[in-house]
């Protein structure tokens, strides 16, 4: 009975090792069939990369400013950010093509030899129009009780959009007529696109007119409208991409 029994469990543990060996050789004619796959030589092949660019006019103004106040109190400096922020607001709200948004209201101790002395609070707002000229003078009067932190410009959503949507038929134009000539140079045929990747670059941050500048002559600046020049910004779009000579 017992030799009958560990013929059995012999001829079991030889099925089990056998299972396991074939499933470790198929696993290896997987794994170097996907690395013959991975090495493989493509024939005919070319990378291809053009561009388009533009030099597009800053049509948007970005203003951002700040009321500050220091106080023992700290609810007294926060009350009066509060007065001042909710003039300004109200002062903006009769300007409807100026884009007005609060930003960061922050609260900090001011120390003196590690003890809190005073509460200092500050909220910041930003501005946005195309109206350049209007919000260059509404600055002045805001200024007289609000710091103004910087200015900057940016080509508009719309005008982005217009420019980016004619430079990606200026760059496949040009990303034909390179691989037409490559094709035609080569092989004499034409080509098939393989792979094609378009992107478009060109800061979508507002560009910085005067920020420390600004910060450093507040008083200078109080009450008057800086001079302003939005200036451009270089919009480009890339294609690249690999091509099948035919």
């Given at each position: 009975m017992s030799s009958g029994i560990?013929?059995?469990?012999?001829?079991?543990?030889?099925?089990?090792?056998?299972?396991?060996?074939?499933f470790a050789l198929s696993l290896l004619i997987t794994a170097a069939s996907a690395f013959a796959h991975d090495n493989?030589?493509?024939y005919n092949q070319v990378s291809i990369d053009a561009s388009a660019s533009a030099e597009v006019e800053n049509d948007t103004m970005i203003v951002k400013l700040y009321a500050m106040q220091e106080s023992v109190d700290a609810k007294d400096a926060s009350d009066r950010v509060n007065e001042i922020?909710?003039?300004?607001?109200?002062?903006?709200?009769?300007?409807?093509?100026?884009?007005?948004?609060?930003?960061s209201y922050t609260t900090s101790p001011v120390y003196n030899k590690s003890q809190i002395v005073s509460w200092r609070v500050r909220q910041n707002i930003s501005l946005k129009s195309k109206n350049m000229t209007q919000l260059s003078q509404l600055l002045g009067g805001l200024q007289r009780k609000m710091k103004l932190a910087s200015i900057g410009f940016d080509v508009s959503k719309e005008?982005?959009?217009?420019?980016?949507?004619?430079?990606?038929?200026?760059?496949?134009?040009a990303y034909d007529k390179r691989a037409s000539q490559v094709a035609s140079k080569i092989k004499g045929g034409g080509y098939r696109i393989v792979n094609m990747n378009i992107s478009t670059?060109?800061?979508?941050?507002?560009?910085?007119?005067?920020?420390?500048?600004?910060?450093?002559?507040?008083?200078?600046?109080?009450?008057?409208?800086?001079?302003?020049?939005?200036?451009?910004?270089?919009?480009?779009?890339?294609?690249?991409?690999?091509i099948e000579l035919q």
């Open positions: 560990f013929r059995i469990f012999s001829l079991s543990s030889v099925c089990f090792a056998s299972t396991r060996l074939m493989t030589l493509y922020v909710n003039q300004a607001l109200a002062d903006l709200k009769q300007h409807p093509d100026i884009e007005v948004k609060t930003e005008q982005r959009q217009a420019h980016t949507e004619r430079l990606i038929d200026e760059a496949l134009t670059s060109g800061s979508e941050s507002p560009r910085p007119y005067m920020a420390m500048r600004a910060m450093a002559a507040e008083a200078d600046f109080a009450g008057v409208s800086p001079q302003t020049e939005g200036g451009k910004s270089t919009l480009t779009v890339r294609v690249n991409g690999t």
